[in-house]
């Protein structure tokens, strides 16, 4: 009866802690995905395959399976959009943020131009060196931070009232830049900035929204909402490690308060002590 029972609680602490690590939005990286999470939180992917299976389906097998669930939840579902074929066209170079399936996007892409808009020069002081989770520059030091249980966020920032509020990127004094900063705080602010999105992931869902002529600002902080309510419920990691072979060369200055290294489809945060 002993064994019995010490085996029941091992299996409840294994089926906590799965249940800890799963933050949907936190990993959709496309519009069908986000919408796969929002039917996720209603139990209506009954019929669906699991998340990761589905984020492996192109577009159309996407869109084929969301329709019906998408209708009966009345969440709005655009239809792929077709890509014009060009005859007898010159080659042209591969867009860093064009639509494909394996979304293939520029190294170290905050220093770079955005494939809208160029923004603000965003590049490693040559002062600075990445040393025993933090980078140190000449004016300032910046540590590496990860998840924080609930207890230790501020008060508030789990209610309705916190909000994304990303700015306009269609104003021509706002760049993409400035909305990915605006959303690396506010996922540091609610204790997951061990699960932000990379720059490139974030400008490729920007594009992806654009397409499909959703509203960007409007959509992130749908999706804020929900990651809102599962921290509030679910239990996070705090630990944190940097791969061995992350360098400077994978990371980005991103206004005067963090830097953002991508490594391998991973964001890295750092914020200024």
């Known amino acids: 009866m002993r064994h019995l029972r010490c085996s029941m609680v091992i299996v409840l602490l294994l089926s906590s802690g799965a249940k800890a690590d799963k933050f949907c939005f936190a990993s959709a990286e496309t519009y069908y995905e986000q919408v796969y999470c929002q039917l996720e939180t209603k139990a209506q992917v009954k019929n669906l395959p699991p998340f990761q299976q589905f984020k492996k389906n192109n577009e159309q097998v996407q869109y084929s399976l969301l329709k019906r669930p998408a209708e009966r939840n009345a969440i709005r579902l655009p239809a792929p959009v077709k890509q014009a074929v060009q005859v007898e066209s010159p080659p042209k170079a591969r867009q860093p943020f064009a639509s494909e399936p394996d979304r293939v996007l520029p190294r170290n892409p905050i220093a770079q131009e955005s494939y809208t808009q160029k923004p603000a020069a965003l590049l490693v002081d040559s002062s600075c060196e990445l040393r025993d989770r933090h980078i140190h520059c000449a004016d300032a030091t910046y540590a590496l931070v990860g998840n924080k249980a609930n207890h230790r966020l501020a008060a508030g920032v789990l209610d309705s009232a916190n909000t994304m509020a990303l700015p306009v990127v269609s104003d021509s004094n706002v760049s993409l830049t400035n909305a990915y900063e605006q959303y690396?705080?506010?996922?540091?602010?609610?204790?997951l900035g061990a699960v932000?999105?990379?720059y490139r992931k974030f400008a490729y869902l920007?594009?992806?929204?654009?397409?499909?002529?959703?509203d960007f600002s409007r959509r992130f902080e749908t999706m804020f909402g929900f990651l809102k309510k599962d921290k509030a419920?679910?239990?996070?990691?705090?630990?944190?490690?940097?791969?061995?072979?992350?360098?400077?060369?994978?990371?980005?200055?991103?206004?005067?308060?963090?830097?953002?290294?991508?490594?391998?489809?991973?964001?890295?945060?750092?914020?200024?002590?």
């Open 184 to 191: 690396i705080g506010k996922m540091c602010e609610i204790g």
């Open 196 to 198: 932000t999105m990379t």
């Open 206 to 214: 920007y594009q992806d929204l654009q397409t499909k002529g959703l």
């Open 233 to 273: 419920a679910m239990a996070v990691s705090e630990s944190v490690s940097l791969p061995a072979a992350l360098s400077l060369a994978d990371c980005s200055a991103l206004g005067s308060r963090y830097y953002v290294c991508d490594y391998q489809g991973r964001n890295y945060i750092f914020v200024r002590q």
